[in-house]
């Protein structure tokens, strides 16, 4: 298992605390204590994550993808954007990013998406339930889980507001860390989609790498 990028395209700047495989079509979950970082990486590429976050002390805080958008007033967050949460307060920020492609504003999809308006009948994973079952744990249920920041997703807003469905830029290896601001429970789902372009219609296995920054060596970390 152990291959030239397990921790993506670069080295991490720090000590790895552990590496959670997440499969294809699937979803994961792990605490990040405050001060260490998380790596999302796309293990084969072209591959979107839609990640949401929980405060560890409080659940009932959790990952805004509206305050998100108003706090760095843009739709195409950068190094340096927050991950803000419905009170409005800093959960997270991008602090390394290889892609610099994500989504904030077409959620996540579900059940209800792939029967309702993709017109597939049958059974099909979706990143809601994904981060439902990742979630459970921590007596997460679906309900709770919030609409994601989608990390790599390329659906650009048109002139005429219409979002255009592409596949995600990312290759293998390429990856986004997000520094923890407050000790949070942290949850990807590797979409499943395979109808719609957004994962080059073949869903791929996603990695979650933790680290412990050197002091002064993640990207934007303050010691
Ligand atoms: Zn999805």
Known sequence: METALQLGRDPVPGRVVRV????????????????????????????????VCFNRTDLRERYSPQNTVLFNRTIYPRIGATLVSDRGRPMMRLVADTVGVHDLI???????????????????????????????????????????????????????????????????????????????????????????????????PMRFVLYDPDPGGAPGSRP
């Open 106 to 204: 077409c959620g996540s999809c579900s059940e209800e998406y792939y029967k309702n308006r993709l017109d597939h009948a049958a059974p099909h994973r979706s990143c809601r339930s994904n981060l439902a079952e990742a979630l459970a744990p921590w007596g997460l249920a679906l309900a709770d889980v919030p609409f994601s920041f989608n990390v790599f997703m390329q659906w650009p807003v048109q002139p005429d507001g219409s979002v255009r469905p592409m596949a995600a830029p990312s290759q293998a290896g390429d990856y986004v860390d997000f520094l923890a601001e407050m000790d949070v429970v942290a949850a990807n789902s590797a979409c499943p989609s395979d109808i719609t372009p957004t994962n080059a219609h073949r869903p791929t």
């Open 20 to 51: 959670v495989e997440i499969p294809a079509r699937h979803g994961a979950a792990l605490e990040v204590a405050k001060g260490q970082v998380l790596r999302v990486i796309d293990v084969e590429g072209q591959q979107v994550g839609d990640f």
